[in-house]
């Protein structure tokens, strides 16, 4: 069975969005081992200077990178990455567990982003839209949108 690791800066705080996403993760079980990981947010003041801002996207991203196994193919979420369909995306999952490795881990930084070090780590940068969303949203999405691609990969009814 292949192997998904979501890891992911902060946590999901409100009940609605931990109920979303605990339902993918349930559905997610018939296609895959799915774990998720969360690595704790550094504490930033409001209006925080560029120095101070990377600053702590390096703490996250140690602590980012301390969660990765190495075997794993790393898919990175941040604003510069490639977008996908949701089939392009399936063939892409596909590709990685047929020709790679069983193993991918997904990475969503903090609402500053993710370190420089995360970026080049990863296999792929992926950007799930132009449009700017709570960190919390991105969670549920993703795991939506892998619960979709292995319907995709399955011939489900699900992706229409």
């Not at 190495?70 to 990455?81: M, P, Q, R, T």
């Not at 995306?89 to 500053?112: D, P, R, V, Y």
Request: charged share 20%; glycine share 8%.
């Amino acid at each position: 069975m292949v192997k998904i690791r979501l890891v992911c800066v902060g946590q999901l705080k409100e009940k609605f969005w931990q109920a979303a996403f605990s339902e993918y993760k349930k559905r997610l079980g018939a296609f895959c081992s799915f774990e998720l990981v969360e690595v704790d947010e550094c504490k930033i003041k409001n209006d925080p200077s560029n120095a101070e801002i990377a600053q702590c996207l390096e703490c996250e991203g140690k602590k980012i990178l301390s969660k990765i196994p190495g075997k794993s193919y790393v898919i990175a979420l941040c604003i510069e990455g490639g977008r996908l369909s949701s089939t392009q995306f399936a063939k892409h999952l596909e590709n990685i567990f047929t020709n790679q490795t069983g193993e991918i881990a997904f990475i969503i930084g903090s609402s500053f982003g993710l370190a420089q070090s995360v970026k080049g780590r990863a296999d792929f940068l992926l950007s799930m839209s132009s449009m700017t969303f709570p960190h919390q949203l991105a969670q549920v999405m993703l795991c939506e949108q892998i619960y979709r691609a292995f319907g995709i990969m399955s011939g489900s009814k699900y992706h229409k």
